[in-house]
């Protein structure tokens, strides 16, 4: 075994995004010996992707807007599958955190009474969105990463983690990792630990999302004994660039249509008209006149279809492609150079405007965007008690993107963010009173740190197999083409029979070179995750038998009441077996309907209410 570099600490976070920064300062507020790991280098966290702002009820631009009508609006957008406690919480805290960040430093754009300012995005009843331009999650990182750092924060950086390790009580005693550059093994050992890894969209072919989603946390989480909830939960976010190719994916964010930007077909037609849902039919403008009149004066009107939630918008888009009306690059076209001025365009949304201008070519100010679904986010995650982040297996809490729950079957825009405040605190919280409450000593076992650097560096050692990348590859196909925007039953078992046959393709990967500096070698350690998340987002997407949210099935294309009662929990029923590249088989998922948590009847009643 090659020579490891060990540290013990009392509380260890991997991820360095909005959730695993604020968890970190809330542990060393408290006096835990804190480490931070990140996949990349500290702030180029996917967080800073999330432009168009930090959804939270404050009030600052109408009053009548409050927790209710958040925690309302955020339920209905995940189609009633959403934990309602972690909804509830995340609604009455988000204000107080967005307060905390401009105490810390954060730069929002200001009202004309020097409020923080608050934008439209699609699905949420006010204009409730605290922003910085088209800029909002690089704030944010920004002011995190200072406070974190000004308060000691050990962080390492450019470190992949393996695996997470239990102690003989089954207790998540630390991990197992290695520095991404020159292949330097460490492990570490804490009294807790968080994850808050980010997303998963490296499986899928067309994604906004950066090369560190590979679903590690997801993966890690589940060998280790914990549940995932709702994996078939996967947001398209309607509006990715698909043309020019040098920025295909690439998010272009919510912002430009709450600031004015339309959709339009190859017909020139504005055509989300024709798809407003019954739900949101009676707060949703039906003719040009009607929407526009929302834009020109908020305080009259009904909102634009537009700002519908991403799952109807994403849908729609769909709809247009195939009946034959989209772009020439199989999108459609986003317009605002046609709505707003070109000062008002480069002042709104300059992260916008500069991207495209010199990635692209493309002046948003003067023409539209092609755009089209793009994988972005997974509702699905680490199924976590709501008050502490705590996962099922002890010893271990997940905030943000890697957890579930919060989001149910859709994620409506700027909840990510206050999301990643709300639920990073608290596993911040939630860890420290699990060290606190853990006694005596953390140790490993050298074996099974031994093993799985075994396993690690084993396609290194390894002659005449496949390259990752072209398993990498098919894998994205396979999930683009089968595992979808639109699904059906058959293609979802040709794409867990696809899936296995690239788990045996993967087991024999052999990487030229030495250990350092090596990418090839890099991606053959990030297949296990990929191909662990995709069996279960394939799997979970078999069992439910209905379209929900980020979930559509052609061949069940409406809710089913009954599954709308329930969770797809996920869980390794074989932990033992081993796997490809020593995790435990990613074929022994098992996966079954549990049911959600009741709402309480105060709560219920928000929803008669608002009907």
């Known amino acids: 075994m090659p020579d490891i570099e060990t540290h013990d600490f009392d509380i260890l976070i991997i991820g360095a995004g909005g959730a695993g920064l604020r968890a970190a300062i809330e542990a060393q507020a408290k006096g835990m010996r804190t480490a931070l790991v990140c996949k990349s280098l500290l702030g180029k966290a996917h967080t800073v992707m999330a432009e168009g702002g930090v959804a939270a009820a404050m009030g600052n631009v109408y009053s009548e807007d409050n927790w209710k009508v958040h925690f309302r609006d955020t339920m209905r957008g995940g189609k009633m599958l959403n934990n309602w406690r972690m909804a509830q919480l995340h609604a009455q805290e988000s204000p107080d955190r967005v307060r905390e960040l401009e105490e810390w430093g954060a730069l929002f754009d200001r009202t004309k009474d020097g409020l923080i300012l608050q934008r439209d995005f699609g699905g949420h009843r006010y204009a409730r969105l605290a922003h910085v331009g088209d800029r909002t999650g690089l704030e944010i990182i920004r002011t995190l990463q200072q406070k974190a750092v000004a ?152 909102r634009p279809p537009e700002l519908l939630p991403r799952d109807e918008v994403a849908r729609s888009i ?199 500096y090596n990418p090839g070698w890099n991606m053959a350690t990030d297949l296990p995750s990929m191909l662990t998340v995709s069996r279960a987002v394939a799997q979970g997407a078999i069992n439910r038998k209905e379209s929900r949210g980020g979930h559509t099935r052609d061949d069940f294309p409406t809710p089913d009441a009954e599954m709308g009662k329930v969770n797809f929990v996920q869980r390794i029923e074989q932990p033992d077996a081993a796997g490809v590249l020593g995790t435990p088989s990613v074929r022994t998922i098992g996966v079954g309907p549990e049911p959600l948590p009741v709402m309480p009847d105060e709560l219920a009643a928000l929803f008669e209410e608002a009907h």
Not at 324 to 335: E, K, Q, T
Not at 351 to 368: C, N, R, W
Not at 412 to 432: K, T, W, Y
């Open 151 to 302: 308060d000691g924060l050990k962080v390492f950086m450019e470190v992949k983690v393996l695996r997470l390790l239990r102690d003989a009580d089954g207790v998540v005693s630390g991990a197992v990792a290695y520095r991404r550059p020159t292949g330097e093994f460490l492990s570490f050992s804490a009294k807790a630990v968080v994850l808050a890894t980010g997303g998963v969209g490296k499986s899928w072919m067309y994604t906004s999302n950066s090369w560190e989603s590979t679903g590690d946390g997801h993966a890690m989480a589940l060998w280790a004994g914990a549940d995932l909830i709702d994996m078939e939960c996967v947001q398209f976010h309607p509006t990715g660039m698909v043309w020019p190719l040098s920025v295909r994916g690439i998010l272009v964010t919510e912002g430009v249509r709450g600031d004015g930007g339309v959709l339009r077909n190859s017909d020139g037609k504005r055509f989300m008209f024709g798809y407003i849902p019954p739900m949101f039919a009676a707060e949703t403008a039906d003719s040009e006149e009607e929407a526009d009149k929302w834009y020109d004066d908020h305080t009259a009107g009904r």
């Open 318 to 516: 769909n709809s247009e492609v195939k009946a034959g009306r989209g772009s020439p690059h199989g999108g459609v076209f986003l317009d605002i150079a046609s709505r707003r001025t070109p000062e008002d365009i480069r002042r709104r949304l300059p992260s916008m405007y500069h991207q495209f201008k010199e990635l692209a070519g493309v002046d948003i100010t003067a023409e539209p965007m092609e755009v089209g679904p793009t994988c972005h986010y997974i509702m699905g995650g680490v199924r976590v008690d709501a008050d502490s982040t705590a996962a099922t297996v002890p010893g271990l809490f997940a905030a943000g993107e890697v957890a579930g729950g919060m989001h149910g079957s859709n994620r409506l825009g700027g909840n990510s963010l206050s999301d990643l405040l709300v639920f990073g605190r608290r596993a911040g919280e939630g860890a420290v009173a699990f060290a606190e409450g853990r006694t005596g000593s953390v140790s490993l076992d050298e074996a099974e740190v031994a093993a799985i650097i075994d396993a690690a560096v084993a396609p290194l050692q390894r002659e005449g197999g496949e390259n990752p990348y072209a398993v990498h590859q098919d894998l994205q196909r396979t999930m683009q083409s089968l595992v979808g925007i639109i699904r059906t039953g058959s293609e979802l078992e040709e794409a867990l029979g696809a899936i296995e046959e690239l788990e045996e393709r993967a087991s024999a990967v052999s990487v030229g070179g030495g250990i350092a």
